[in-house]
């Protein structure tokens, strides 16, 4: 699988991000994942420090919305040349970690 980075906005998401973040890096290789935080606190900081490889972490002072973190996140991303495939994921698991490779095989097929 191509490189690829999972941008994920997060706003108070201390319950969910771990569990997340872990799941992404178990079940693929060639992913980094770019975490967004709006938080007003650091509990989400405190508990994503476990994640070592692969990962990077933003703290906002303040909230500035989902969208304007997706867009940080991506920026963030881009500056790696190595990245081919942007993906954006809710810290809620409303999306699954297993449809990455779905939807990068999708991505391919209309090259």
């Known amino acids: 699988m191509s490189n690829i980075a999972v941008i994920i906005p997060a706003y108070q998401e201390e319950e969910n991000i771990l569990k997340l973040i872990k799941s992404i890096l178990k079940h693929y290789k060639n992913i980094i994942v770019f975490v967004i935080d709006d938080s007003y606190d650091y509990k989400t ?52 970690p297993k449809e990455i490779k779905k939807n990068i095989e999708l991505f391919k097929k209309k090259k």
């Open 45 to 96: 900081s405190k508990i994503v420090r476990k994640v070592k490889k692969r990962f990077v972490y933003f703290h906002r002072k303040k909230k500035l919305g989902r969208g304007s973190a997706v867009l940080q996140g991506l920026k963030m991303a881009s500056k790696n040349k190595k990245i081919q495939y942007f993906i954006e994921m809710d810290a809620d698991f409303s999306h699954n």
